[in-house]
């Protein structure tokens, strides 16, 4: 349940950052707003194939695949010269082809990979590395038709500080998201949030309904209250993921898929690179091939979220629960960024457009 | 010369080059002409941020969508005059 907040409308953004542990949070997130991602699919293979796969859904799969490292090299200079400071390596399984991972670290220095973690990135790799979680071990055997994910993924990732477990909520995991958190907290590791956001045609049973959501909703608060050091999440995470509405609906999606302007923003210079090194301007997003009115993936929403900046300056509060969002997506995805502690320990209602 | 547009446009010019603090450029030599993502490197967080002073100090509301159309000093000036006006 969200609390709505007054709008006195009187607040100017001057009074709301002279607060100090919102100006002191403000300065913090504020230094990395020099980041500009694109994503690329690094192969067409993978050592294991999940239900629902974002990846082998649609077109992309279909790309021929560009393994020469020349190529590679020539493409991340070129993105580092037209401003990209953060490359997101994901699809199929990036870990399969660590040479050019290499090549995009070398070449521009943040950024993060996506994983399903049973084959472990070397340690030179200093990016982030999202380690995809889909329940238990039961449940990963069930849709990922793997034995023992969990287990190896942690024992693949002991003590990397570049390790984040992603769990990815869907409509059939939510009470098992308990067991696996405690795992990953008694293992030192970190863990944040997702949910499963339907690929196009999808209708299977992983898709969320009014009811999962709310019941996702309330786990998260619970494993965030429970968790605290361990689970990188904000209260208002849970408000934007798990509402009732979409992220577009609700933030107004800027990815190139959604967004016709190319002025700027992420509609200026973002990319979303198949294996074949092409990029269509029509599927640019971070998780292509999604039902934009069901997209409430993590990616996306850092991304979203953190572009509306604007309209959530109307209060402290509620400027606060933003800012404890931009932590949280800058402590997932930048290696080396700490999360702090929330500002705002309570859900908050996301503003409209014209507030 | 329009003394009114021209002082807002310093105005805004001040806050950029607070906001952003840019050097080796004052009010008074911004080019109010000059493309401010292609060619000062503002982006989409730059100016949101500007939007939120520029909201203080004219209490004028801009529009989300409206971001991407305001390339120039002087094209901003002229978008807060004409909310201003707007509002009258």
Redesign the interface.
Known sequence: MSRQVPQAASW???DIIAIPTVRDRWEKV?RY??L?ESTYDMTHRCNIRCDGCYYFNGEKQFALENGDPAAWRELMVAEKERGITFAVLAGAEPSLVPELCRICADTIPLGAIATNGLKPLPPEIDYRIHISVWGNDASSKAVRKADDMLKRQMANYHNDPRAVFVYTFTSQNIDEAQEVTEELAKGGQKITFNMFSAPEGYNGPLRHTPESLAKTGAMMTQLLTQYPEAVLFSHYNVVAHTHRLGLHALY?C?YPRMNP?A???????FRQYRTDLQWDRAAACCVPDTDCADCRHYAAGSAVV??????H?SNPETFSAWLDYVDTYLAVWVQGYEKSPNLCDHAVTPPS?GQ | MNTTLDQTILRIAEIIINELKLEDVTPETFDADLDLVDEVGIDSMDLATIALVIRDEFGVRIDEDDYPKLTTLRIIGGYIAGKLQGDE
């Open positions: 100017k953004f001057a504020r707003f020099f500009r107004s800027s302007s002025n700027v923003g992420l509609g200026k210079s953190t572009a509306r900046m604007y309209r300056a457009d």
